[in-house]
């Protein structure tokens, strides 16, 4: 078991900056691929970025590719998304996944493990 806790999602306007954290514990030990989606009221969930166990591949949506980046720390077992240049419609609840085994994935049914979500509120 994986259990996986975003925070760093606020209110921010239009242009601005935020870093949305994902901490993980337990089974930790383990490589896992970590990805980012997003769900807008009213939408379906949606890919936004992913990474690899080793940090070396890295897929973003191309919505957010150029303004979004994706890290993670495996020392502090805390993946991280970096957001600039942030949109209104950027505005959702953002959700970090892990997926064991070290692969990165898009599609959010290869994830077994989800955490709660982060409110990402751009003002225009």
């Known amino acids: 078991q994986v259990q996986l806790v975003e925070s760093g999602g606020g209110l921010v306007q239009a242009g601005g900056s935020l870093r949305l954290s994902c901490a993980a514990s337990g089974r930790t030990y383990s490589p896992y691929g970590m990805g980012w989606f997003r769900q807008a009221p009213g939408k379906e969930r949606e890919f936004v970025a992913a990474?690899?166990?080793?940090?070396?591949?890295?897929y973003y949506a191309e919505s957010v590719k150029g303004r979004f980046t994706i890290s993670r720390d495996n020392v502090k077992n805390t993946g991280y998304l970096q957001m600039n240049s942030l949109k209104p419609e950027d505005t959702a609840v953002y959700y970090c996944?892990?997926?064991?085994?070290?692969?990165?994935?898009?599609?959010?049914?290869?994830?077994?493990?989800w955490g709660r979500g982060t409110q990402v509120t751009v003002s225009s």
């Open positions: 990474i690899a166990w080793s940090g070396g591949r890295t």
């Open positions: 996944a892990a997926q064991p085994g070290g692969a990165a994935y898009l599609q959010q049914g290869n994830y077994l493990y």
